[in-house]
């Protein structure tokens, strides 16, 4: 199993991105997925998931109006849009997967990518 982020890069305040995260080893319809974040000197927190049909969403209160969590099944590959970037969004960007949670408990996932870095300039 494995997963691999990207699409992180050095923007500016105000922009977007897209983040992927493309799943290799188990086939991504059959499991629910996440995104959380590290900011950095910061505790990794929550910021979406999406269960394995891609019905059932859950958003951090942080980021919600701001991105949106997807996934394609046909791909392997959930992805993250952010717009409207803000410093505070500066942080590396994990995803995870389970077979059996769809909710915000890091401990839950039990499989993760390394991470790809995302920062705001002001």
């Known amino acids: 199993v494995q997963l691999v982020e990207s699409g992180g890069a050095l923007v500016q305040s105000g922009g977007s991105l897209r983040l992927s995260c493309a799943v290799s080893?188990?086939?991504?319809?059959?499991?629910?997925v996440a995104w959380f974040r590290q900011p950095p000197g910061k505790e990794r927190e929550f910021v979406a998931s999406?269960?394995?049909?891609?019905?059932?969403?859950f958003m951090a209160d942080s980021v919600k109006g701001r991105f949106t969590v997807s996934k394609s099944n046909a791909k392997d590959t959930m992805y993250l849009q952010i717009d409207s970037l803000k410093p505070e969004d500066t942080a590396v960007y994990y995803c995870?997967?389970?077979?059996?949670?769809?909710?915000?408990?890091?401990?839950?996932?039990?499989?993760w990518g390394q991470g790809t870095q995302v920062t705001v300039s002001s």
């Open positions: 080893g188990f086939t991504l319809g059959a499991y629910a």
């Open positions: 995870a997967a389970s077979m059996t949670y769809n909710g915000q408990a890091q401990g839950m996932y039990t499989w």
């Open positions: 999406i269960s394995w049909s891609g019905g059932n969403v």
